[in-house]
């Protein structure tokens, strides 16, 4: 595709449930990334990729946070246990390759919401 | 800590008018600063500078970066409606590019 895609753009879960959330970077870009971005605020880093390996996961809040990037290309962002302080937009962006160099081309975010 | 500071948090403005939004930051092995616009939800990418000084200009947008002082200025002239978004200013550090993201200025242009 011509640019990053997220799916789904709005998922609305319950406290405790498991939620998914896909990501599908520019094709051929090595390097992935998942931010955070909660209202008013700007974009967290979570989660770093580069190839199938998450390279940096710092940024991810607890364990109940976890992604996988199997092939290199598409990334599931996983959240177990849903709690409402997991409402946010969750970004995904991707580069060609990793460092300060080329920038980073975001998608449209997935839209959380914890009922 | 890495931390990007943004001021304004908001701005009003009227079309036409000329508009300064301010970025600093305090990143470890800094590497790069960027600027996004952000409408909706994806943030799309403005300008990246790396050099102290050398001014990037895109139409009415410029932006000039200053690594001695650990800030970075984004300006806006004429500004239209379509300029209304946030303005989000990021840090890049370490080798992988890794963004440090300010809280962002909201830009509201009337006509």
């Known amino acids: 595709g011509a640019g990053v895609s997220q799916t789904p753009s709005n998922k609305v879960t319950e406290k405790g449930k498991y939620v998914e959330l896909r990501c599908d970077p520019i094709?051929?870009?090595?390097?992935l990334y998942w931010y955070r971005q909660s209202l008013g605020q700007g974009p967290e880093f979570l989660i770093y990729f580069q190839g199938t390996g998450a390279a940096d996961d710092s940024g991810l809040p607890n364990d109940r946070f976890f992604a996988v990037r199997p092939e290199g290309s598409v990334s599931t962002l996983k959240i177990q246990r849903t709690e409402r302080g997991d409402s946010a937009v969750y970004l995904c962006?991707?580069?060609?390759?990793?460092?300060?160099?080329?920038?980073?081309?975001f998608g449209p975010g997935t839209r959380l919401t914890v009922l | 800590e890495d931390k990007v500071v943004q001021s304004p948090l908001s701005l009003v403005v009227h079309e036409g008018d000329t508009v300064t939004l301010n970025c600093s930051y305090e990143?470890?092995?800094?590497?790069?600063l960027l600027w996004y616009k952000q409408e909706k939800k994806a943030p799309t990418f403005l300008f990246m500078l790396t050099s102290s000084g050398i001014e990037k200009k895109s139409g009415r947008l410029s932006s000039i970066l200053d690594k001695k002082e650990l800030f970075s200025i984004l300006n806006i002239t004429a500004t239209q409606t379509g300029d209304s978004a946030i303005y989000l200013c990021?840090?890049?550090?370490?080798?992988?590019?890794?963004?440090?993201f300010g809280q962002g200025t909201i830009l509201t242009v009337h006509p």
């Open positions: 990021a840090a890049g550090g370490t080798s992988y590019g890794k963004l440090t």
């Open positions: 962006a991707s580069s060609p390759i990793a460092g300060g160099g080329p920038t980073q081309y």
């Open positions: 990143v470890t092995n800094f590497r790069s």
């Open positions: 094709s051929g870009h090595t390097a």
